[in-house]
């Protein structure tokens, strides 16, 4: 079993202040959990760093190099 990641760890992976990465937490966008009493210390899980970027990844329209941007600027 992996180690989940600080606040501070998971902000040197994602290259992020750790106030992004509360940001994100807070907004459920970066799966996490709370252990502790009250509101306890934020642990994230490593696999939840790659599911994030996995969703922000956009795929190109074009599956060669050199395709649509330098069509374009042809014209």
Same mark, same amino acid.
């Given at each position: 079993?992996?180690?989940? %990641?600080t606040? =501070?760890? @998971? &902000?040197?992976?994602? +290259? %992020?202040? !750790? &106030?992004?990465?509360y940001?994100l937490? &807070?907004? =459920?966008l970066l $799966?996490?959990? +709370?252990?502790? #009493?009250? +509101?306890?210390k934020?642990?994230?899980? !490593?696999?939840?760093?790659?599911?994030? %970027? &996995? $969703?922000?990844? #956009? $795929?190109? @329209?074009?599956?060669?190099?050199?395709?649509f %941007?330098f069509?374009a600027a042809r =014209?």
């Amino acid at each position: 079993m992996t180690p989940s %990641l600080t606040v =501070k760890e @998971a &902000a040197t992976c994602l +290259r %992020l202040s !750790p &106030a992004a990465v509360y940001g994100l937490c &807070a907004a =459920k966008l970066l $799966r996490h959990q +709370r252990v502790g #009493v009250g +509101r306890g210390k934020i642990l994230i899980p !490593p696999d939840a760093i790659d599911e994030y %970027l &996995a $969703r922000g990844t #956009v $795929r190109s @329209a074009e599956s060669h190099p050199g395709g649509f %941007l330098f069509s374009a600027a042809r =014209k």
